[in-house]
């Protein structure tokens, strides 16, 4: 299974970008997927995550900016950035996993490669 993360670029505060992740996992599959960030010299943390039925959980830092989406074919999985701040300044990882709507980086499978988000003051 091979994820594709891309959209990440230079943005400054309170600007937006849009992620997109594309995975060869089959489609119709039934498998949930997630945003992870790591900020440098930080650990990775949970960003968003979205179940195949199109359930969504958000950490508490980027509820009502951000927002995680799936197309109709649910191999591409987006999230929305909004109102971004210097803060949100990370790589930022897609990644699947078969547990449902978890925060736990260790029970995801398959991971992307990861886009630069970086966000001026």
């Known amino acids: 299974v091979q994820l594709q993360a891309s959209g990440g670029g230079l943005v400054q505060a309170g600007g937006s970008l849009r992620l997109s992740c594309a995975t060869s996992?089959?489609?119709?599959?039934?498998?949930?997927m997630g945003w992870f960030r790591q900020a440098p010299g930080k650990e990775r943390e949970f960003v968003a995550a979205?179940?195949?039925?199109?359930?969504?959980t958000y950490a508490d830092s980027v509820k009502g900016r951000f927002t995680i989406s799936r197309n109709g074919t649910q191999n591409t999985v987006y999230l929305q950035m909004s109102n971004l701040k210097p803060e949100d300044t990370a790589n930022y990882y897609c990644?699947?996993?078969?547990?449902?709507?978890?925060?736990?980086?260790?029970?995801?499978?398959?991971w992307g490669q990861g886009t630069l988000v970086t966000v001026s003051s």
């Open positions: 990644a699947t996993t078969n547990y449902f709507r978890t925060s736990d980086a260790s029970r995801y499978d398959y």
């Open positions: 996992r089959r489609t119709g599959s039934r498998y949930n």
């Open positions: 979205i179940t195949y039925s199109g359930l969504t």
